[in-house]
């Protein structure tokens, strides 16, 4: 609950250096069901005799338990500040009956799906420039997965739905344009890793201005930073023709993907921003980053947490479920792992980490920057776990990877926590084997081959295998890590995994979704997040395990 104050009141100060209210921002943050509007009341501060005295004994506890990085993270709670806003404008009486999306991703492409499916008497046309993209968007296998993504694209396509790479004509003949371009971190300058490259947002204002006739509305959902919506209306105006006006609005995506069907047809709330409004549109602008934001630290601390479990022996399990039933905090977002990953959760707070020390708060920028480097943490440390159970060698062991994408139900492998491990079981001399369901095995290789995670792509190549099935892949292995909490990884057949692995045959489990005790009776060697477990030796004179 501290932690909840530390957050808002962290953002307070943001609000007050960029015009927005703490208050609209806390409202509209306290909208998605996953985070809950309890405890999101900024003030001068929290107080009391139990929150400073709990979280300084964690602090305490986490120092002589020699976890220096979770001591960090919970001693950023001691500072505070600032977030978000929201307000609605309507698009007045304009009658709309040709929208173009601008960015075939993974928000206009499902966006676009759903709102053809919606709104039937409206003709739908998402463009981009990669004609390989727009080949699969027309083709019977989509660029991306997601589930229910498949039947409503059948539905709509080639009736109201339909995808292009000639921008030009469906910017011309659009009364609505949604700007959904990508906005990655800037990968050289001033803010490198950190600050959004606004590139592509820029690139497809310049691209409206220039062939846009008649009325436009121009609707950002990218994620984008402050007055990002203020540029684009820049360069709108300052390339202005005779007879084509313009009005901007802002309407925040807050799809999560896995769910992004379910999530625009049943949203927790929509929010639309508009000029009419400077200050609500400076909140908007941050709307997407604050929910993003507390969610990545909702699971930081419940990772943070994770640590402390398993240099005392408690479950973290239990622990979260006990923090859960405090109605002011809620069970969402409180399932320890790996490690968070996607396209936004750094991205965003990273963002917002630069936004904080470009505006001289420091102890905010702090606050935020321990989200990230927990998270980071989280993941070296289960590294680190596989490589120390493993008699401290990799080298030249098989080891299965299970899962690549981020999270289960999409095939989207950004700041996967996967890359990460498998970067250092590979830095290590293992060779991986990896198995995933819906990523493209092209998609694998290029990650693990990227400048970023190898400066020797052709040794990576020869270190990993990627497999078609599970069983292929775990065959002869030493290890399985679980990375990704895929479904049909609970129900594997795992008696006849181990009968075929090298022996002693571990499994770490970094998504806490295995039925642990039936995998220690078959003779694994468990290891998961937060937890100790028993670790059975098969003693093959005797033919059964025993416990150590």
């Given at each position: 609950m501290?932690?909840?104050?530390?957050?808002?009141?962290?953002?307070?100060?943001?609000?007050?250096?960029?015009?927005?209210?703490?208050?609209e921002?806390?409202?509209?943050?306290?909208?998605?069901?996953?985070?809950?509007?309890?405890?999101?009341?900024?003030?001068?501060?929290?107080?009391?005799?139990?929150?400073?005295?709990?979280?300084?004994?964690?602090?305490?506890?986490?120092e002589?338990?020699?976890?220096?990085?979770?001591?960090?993270?919970?001693?950023?709670?001691?500072?505070?500040?600032?977030?978000?806003?929201?307000?609605?404008?309507?698009?007045?009486?304009?009658?709309?009956?040709?929208?173009?999306?601008?960015?075939?991703?993974?928000?206009?492409?499902p966006?676009?799906?759903?709102?053809?499916?919606?709104?039937?008497?409206?003709?739908?046309?998402?463009?981009?420039?990669?004609?390989?993209?727009i080949?699969?968007?027309?083709?019977?296998?989509?660029?991306i997965?997601?589930?229910?993504?498949?039947?409503?694209?059948?539905?709509?396509?080639?009736r109201?739905?339909?995808?292009?790479?000639?921008?030009?004509?469906?910017?011309?003949?659009?009364?609505?344009?949604?700007?959904?371009?990508?906005?990655?971190?800037?990968?050289?300058?001033?803010?490198?890793?950190?600050?959004?490259?606004?590139?592509?947002?820029?690139?497809?204002?310049?691209?409206?201005?220039?062939?846009?006739?008649?009325?436009?509305?121009?609707?950002?959902?990218?994620?984008?930073?402050?007055?990002?919506?203020?540029?684009?209306?820049?360069?709108?105006?300052?390339?202005?023709?005779?007879?084509?006006?313009?009005?901007?609005?802002?309407?925040?995506?807050?799809?999560?993907?896995?769910?992004?069907i379910?999530?625009?047809?049943?949203?927790?709330?929509?929010?639309?921003?508009?000029?009419?409004?400077?200050?609500?549109?400076?909140?908007?602008?941050?709307?997407?980053?604050?929910?993003n934001?507390?969610?990545?630290?909702?699971?930081?601390?419940?990772?943070?947490?994770?640590?402390?479990?398993?240099?005392?022996?408690a479950?973290?399990?239990?622990?979260?479920?006990?923090?859960?039933?405090?109605?002011?905090?809620?069970?969402?977002?409180?399932?320890?792992?790996?490690?968070?990953?996607?396209?936004?959760?750094?991205?965003?707070?990273?963002?917002?980490?630069?936004?904080?020390?470009?505006?001289?708060?420091?102890?905010?920028?702090?606050?935020?920057?321990?989200?990230?480097d927990?998270?980071?943490?989280?993941?070296?440390?289960?590294?680190?776990?596989?490589?120390?159970?493993?008699?401290?060698?990799?080298?030249?062991?098989?080891?299965?990877?299970?899962?690549?994408?981020?999270?289960?139900?999409?095939?989207?492998?950004?700041?996967s926590?996967?890359?990460?491990?498998?970067?250092?079981?590979?830095?290590?001399?293992?060779?991986?084997?990896?198995?995933?369901?819906?990523?493209?095995?092209?998609?694998?290789?290029?990650?693990?081959?990227?400048?970023?995670?190898?400066d020797?792509?052709?040794?990576?190549?020869?270190?990993?295998?990627?497999?078609d099935?599970?069983?292929?892949?775990?065959?002869?292995?030493?290890?399985?890590?679980?990375c990704?909490?895929?479904?049909?990884?609970v129900?594997?057949?795992?008696?006849?995994?181990?009968?075929?692995?090298?022996?002693?045959?571990?499994?770490?489990?970094?998504?806490?979704i295995?039925?642990?005790?039936?995998?220690?009776?078959?003779?694994?060697?468990?290891?998961?997040?937060?937890?100790?477990?028993?670790?059975?030796?098969v003693?093959?004179?005797?033919?059964?395990?025993?416990?150590?």
């Amino acid at each position: 609950m501290a932690q909840r104050i530390s957050s808002i009141n962290s953002l307070s100060a943001v609000c007050e250096a960029t015009g927005a209210d703490v208050t609209e921002v806390a409202k509209a943050v306290g909208l998605d069901s996953r985070i809950g509007a309890k405890f999101l009341q900024a003030s001068v501060g929290f107080g009391g005799s139990c929150f400073q005295k709990d979280i300084l004994n964690l602090v305490y506890i986490c120092e002589c338990l020699n976890l220096p990085e979770v001591a960090a993270y919970w001693q950023q709670n001691i500072f505070e500040f600032d977030y978000l806003v929201l307000n609605f404008t309507s698009i007045a009486k304009m009658v709309i009956k040709r929208i173009c999306c601008i960015g075939a991703g993974y928000v206009g492409g499902p966006t676009c799906s759903v709102m053809a499916l919606k709104c039937p008497d409206i003709i739908i046309t998402v463009v981009d420039k990669s004609k390989e993209r727009i080949m699969q968007w027309n083709s019977e296998k989509l660029p991306i997965y997601e589930p229910g993504l498949d039947d409503v694209v059948k539905t709509c396509r080639g009736r109201n739905l339909f995808f292009s790479t000639d921008i030009e004509t469906a910017i011309i003949e659009a009364d609505l344009i949604f700007i959904s371009v990508n906005t990655p971190a800037k990968s050289f300058g001033i803010g490198k890793g950190r600050a959004a490259d606004l590139k592509y947002v820029e690139g497809a204002a310049r691209m409206i201005a220039k062939v846009a006739t008649g009325d436009k509305v121009v609707v950002e959902k990218s994620t984008v930073p402050v007055r990002a919506a203020e540029s684009i209306l820049k360069i709108l105006r300052a390339n202005n023709k005779p007879g084509v006006s313009y009005q901007i609005l802002s309407n925040p995506e807050f799809l999560a993907e896995g769910t992004a069907i379910d999530d625009l047809i049943n949203a927790d709330r929509v929010l639309i921003g508009g000029e009419d409004t400077p200050e609500g549109q400076a909140a908007i602008e941050k709307l997407c980053w604050a929910a993003n934001a507390f969610l990545a630290q909702r699971i930081s601390s419940i990772n943070s947490l994770s640590a402390v479990c398993e240099a005392t022996g408690a479950d973290v399990t239990e622990v979260a479920k006990a923090v859960g039933l405090d109605s002011r905090i809620g069970a969402k977002f409180l399932q320890a792992s790996v490690g968070f990953g996607g396209s936004c959760f750094q991205k965003d707070i990273l963002n917002l980490v630069y936004i904080c020390e470009c505006l001289n708060l420091p102890e905010v920028a702090a606050y935020w920057q321990q989200v990230i480097d927990m998270n980071e943490y989280q993941k070296s440390r289960f590294s680190g776990k596989v490589i120390e159970a493993l008699f401290n060698t990799v080298t030249d062991k098989r080891i299965a990877l299970l899962g690549f994408a981020f999270k289960k139900n999409t095939g989207d492998t950004r700041e996967s926590p996967a890359i990460h491990v498998s970067k250092t079981l590979l830095d290590e001399g293992a060779k991986l084997h990896i198995y995933d369901p819906k990523v493209d095995h092209k998609q694998i290789m290029y990650d693990l081959t990227h400048a970023c995670v190898t400066d020797d792509p052709e040794k990576v190549k020869n270190s990993v295998s990627i497999h078609d099935d599970p069983y292929s892949a775990t065959s002869g292995t030493h290890a399985i890590v679980l990375c990704t909490e895929w479904d049909e990884f609970v129900s594997l057949d795992y008696e006849k995994i181990y009968d075929g692995m090298m022996k002693p045959a571990y499994i770490f489990d970094g998504r806490k979704i295995l039925d642990h005790s039936q995998l220690l009776k078959i003779g694994f060697h468990v290891e998961t997040i937060g937890k100790r477990l028993c670790r059975p030796l098969v003693n093959r004179i005797w033919g059964s395990p025993y416990q150590i």
